[in-house]
């Protein structure tokens, strides 16, 4: 069975940082491309960065700059480092498994993933 469990989430003042884990067990992690995706109140779910099984790493625009995506393989952890966070940050954040080894083209797609995790919330506060 598969488990993909976020945490690290919180509330932080504009400026700050926060630094969300996933810890994923029943798939083999280290062959997959791993994803972080938010969803705020009346919003739609957005993808916000992927990384590969080898490492190459995409981010949304929104948050490229700020935001860093790493994992490690050994620990089967999956990382998203946030710094200068922003109110409009404020959301649930998810992260999921890919179907395949790379990120897709369209890796903010949800359709590319066939795992979530419950999610973990993040409050930026002004």
């Known amino acids: 069975q598969v488990q993909v469990v976020e945490s690290g989430g919180g509330l932080v003042q504009a400026g700050g940082s926060l630094r969300l884990s996933c810890t994923v067990s029943g798939l083999p992690f280290a062959d997959r491309a791993m994803a972080w995706f938010r969803q705020a109140p009346g919003k739609e779910r957005e993808g916000m960065s992927c990384i590969s099984s080898t490492g190459t790493t995409f981010y949304a625009d929104s948050v490229k700059g700020r935001f860093t995506v790493s994992r490690d393989n050994a620990k089967n952890t999956l990382y998203l480092q946030m710094n200068g966070l922003k109110p409009e940050d404020t959301a649930t954040y998810y992260c999921?498994?890919?179907?395949?080894?790379?990120?897709?083209?369209?890796?903010?797609?949800?359709?590319?993933?066939?795992?979530w995790g419950q999610g973990t919330q993040v409050t930026v506060s002004s």
């Open positions: 999921t498994a890919a179907w395949y080894m790379l990120c897709s083209r369209e890796w903010s797609l949800g359709s590319n993933y066939n795992h």
